[in-house]
Nanobody, 122 residues
Framework: EEMLEESGGGSVQAGGSLRLSCTSK???????MGWFRQSSGKEREEVAA???????TYADSVQGRFTVSKDNTKNVLYLEMNSLKPEDTGMYYC?????????????????WGQGTQVSVSS
């Protein structure tokens, strides 16, 4: 059974927007939850982290363009992506681990979603 399920990926032109959603079946009260992405030929990288205390952290490459938020009533994490660039193309994965984000980042995610593809054309 999948604990995390992503949705919302798709294809857009540069400058466009997408919103990703991640529905979690986990019920940790302290957690680090967020988004990673993997582009062709590159290692998976952390894009945004959301701590259970409400604090957020972003990769430099998306700072100011992406916003991570969470609806605690639905246990859904969102990633609002604006001003998309071709280099944002990749598979986006939702992740979650027990406990607070260490220094604002994941230590070693316990759970992963199956991923949703984002493609940005120039």
């Amino acid at each position: 059974e999948e604990m995390l399920e992503e949705s919302g990926g798709g294809s857009v032109q540069a400058g466009g927007s997408l919103r990703l959603s991640c529905t979690s079946k986990l019920t940790y009260t302290s957690y680090c939850m967020g988004w990673f992405r993997q582009s062709s030929g590159k290692e998976r990288e952390e894009v945004a982290a959301f701590d259970s205390d409400g604090s957020t952290t972003y990769a430099d490459s998306v700072q100011g363009r992406f916003t991570v938020s969470k609806d605690n009533t639905k246990n859904v994490l969102y990633l609002e992506m604006n001003s998309l660039k071709p280099e944002d193309t990749g598979m986006y994965y939702c992740a979650e681990e027990f406990g607070y984000c260490r220094g604002g980042h994941f230590s070693d995610p316990w759970f992963w979603g199956q991923g949703t593809q984002v493609s940005v054309s120039s």
